[in-house]
């Protein structure tokens, strides 16, 4: 079955820097990518998604970019805020049913 | 459109008791997915319901079972309750016509087992 990895595990950066998650997947029929933001507390919130047909997609902030040859994709998150500060999940699936996998998550601190 | 729903959202039992949670997903969704949410496993996939039949399922252990109504509704079940199934339960709907669609969580039910 599926497996995605995702690192690193931990990340701080300073206020206004750019931040890098990258995950990686088994399987190549795998052709949907979506990244959750989850605050301490909250439940995980859909931040941005990719299908295997687009290389690249961006909404503001955050751009995730998918290399289907090397299984991996990887979110991009410029210009740094507090706000930013979460547990991100990656995920992959297949479609037709299905389910999801997810990344173990990466933390995310925003330092002023 | 109303999001996704969970009841109860916390839950204390005690071991070798069970537990029914429920998920009311957005309307006009079909699909529910349960997972396990843990500091240490992170999020983990139990099972997948589209129209009433259960598609896919994870891998844990028979004590834990659901099931989904024909309004969509869905409720999972964990019998026998054990110390290591305290965890943040987690539901997600979708429309999941054909193509893979964005999943919705809810709130999630957070359980503490003594």
Known sequence: ?112 | KAGVTQTPRYLIKTRGQQVTLSCSPISGHRSVSWYQQTPGQGLQFLFEYFSETQRNKGNFPGRFSGRQFSNSRSEMNVSTLELGDSALYLCASSWLAGERETQYFGPGTRLLVL
Do not use: M
């Not at chain 1, 439940?43 to 909404?59: A, C, F, T």
């Not at chain 1, 740094?80 to 995310?108: I, K, M, W």
């Open chain 1, 1 to 112: 079955g599926e497996n995605v990895e995702q690192h690193p595990s931990t990340l701080s950066v300073q206020e206004g820097d750019s931040a890098v998650i990258k995950c990686t997947y088994s399987d190549s029929a795998s052709n949907y990518f979506p990244w959750y933001k989850q605050e301490l507390g909250k439940r995980p919130q859909l931040i941005i998604d990719i299908r295997s047909n687009v290389g690249e997609k961006k909404d503001q902030r955050i751009a995730v970019t998918l290399n289907k040859t090397a299984k991996h994709f990887s979110l991009h998150i410029t210009e740094t805020q507090p706000e930013d500060s979460a547990v991100y999940f990656c995920a992959a699936s297949l479609s037709y049913g299905q389910n999801f996998v997810f990344g173990p998550g990466t933390r995310l601190s925003v330092l002023p």
